[in-house]
């Protein structure tokens, strides 16, 4: 069993609605990620959280906004998203930077904006 | 240019067979790790072995083993015995040295359908 959890597993959303999707993870890790996956590709990285300070930001656009409460949980606030944005979304967690620390992830949340 | 290459898209193996998905790298960092994780239709990524650039041996995890080439610039992932419950899809990733290693390079994967 994963031990990152993620909320909801479905999500469905009008593209004026506002929705958050959550991330939990309880293995003292100390970065913890967004990642976004359309069908048939790799997923794409859209944060990094470094010690609860954002490290990396892909360029997302603003309708995306993270938010790491404290170093066990990460959210994603979502408004006035676009159909393109229907993907899987992925939060995951690492121990911290390094080539030999394992990302672990969770089992994502299936998002459909309508 | 390509930093992690799977060329193969799709492949299929007979139950309780051995198979090998093929994966190569590019990287000048002296220090990076491998991963392979498999992906089943569900979403989660499954977390399957590490290789370390450093290490030695090749790594192991149960029934999957890492044939790591470090010359050649290749990390195979070898799936022995399978099962019908290894039908996914397996990414090759790359961590690389200190200055960008919160990135995870992914290749654009291996869809594996295990046949009874």
């Known amino acids: 069993d994963t031990e990152v959890t993620q909320t909801p597993k479905h999500l469905v959303m009008g593209m004026t609605n506002k929705k958050s999707l959550k991330c939990e993870q309880h293995?003292?890790?100390?970065?913890m990620y967004w990642y976004k996956q359309k069908a048939k590709k790799p997923p794409e990285l859209m944060f990094v959280y470094s010690y609860e300070k954002l490290s990396i930001n892909e360029s997302v656009p603003s309708r995306f906004s993270p938010e790491c409460p404290n170093s066990s949980l990460l959210n994603l606030h979502l408004h006035a998203l676009q159909p393109e944005d229907s993907a899987l979304y992925l939060c995951?967690?690492?121990?911290?930077?390094?080539?030999?620390?394992?990302?672990?992830f969770g089992e994502g949340s299936w998002l459909t904006v309508v | 240019a390509q930093k992690i290459t799977q060329t193969q898209p799709g492949m299929f193996v007979q139950e309780k067979e051995a198979v090998t998905l093929d994966c190569t790298y590019d990287?000048?960092?002296?220090?990076?790790?491998l991963f392979w994780y498999k992906q089943p239709s569900s979403g989660e990524m499954i977390f399957l072995i590490y290789q370390g650039s450093y290490d030695q041996q090749n790594a192991t995890e149960g029934r999957y083993s890492l044939n790591f080439q470090k010359a050649r610039k290749s990390a195979n992932l070898v799936i022995s015995a399978s099962q019908l419950g290894d039908s996914a899809m397996y990414f090759c990733a790359m961590r690389e040295g200190e200055d960008s290693s919160y990135k995870l390079i992914f290749g654009s994967g291996t869809r594996l359908l295990v046949r009874p």
């Open positions: 990287t000048s960092d002296p220090s990076y790790g």
């Open positions: 293995m003292g890790h100390r970065a």
């Open positions: 995951a967690s690492s121990q911290d930077r390094g080539p030999g620390n394992t990302i672990y």
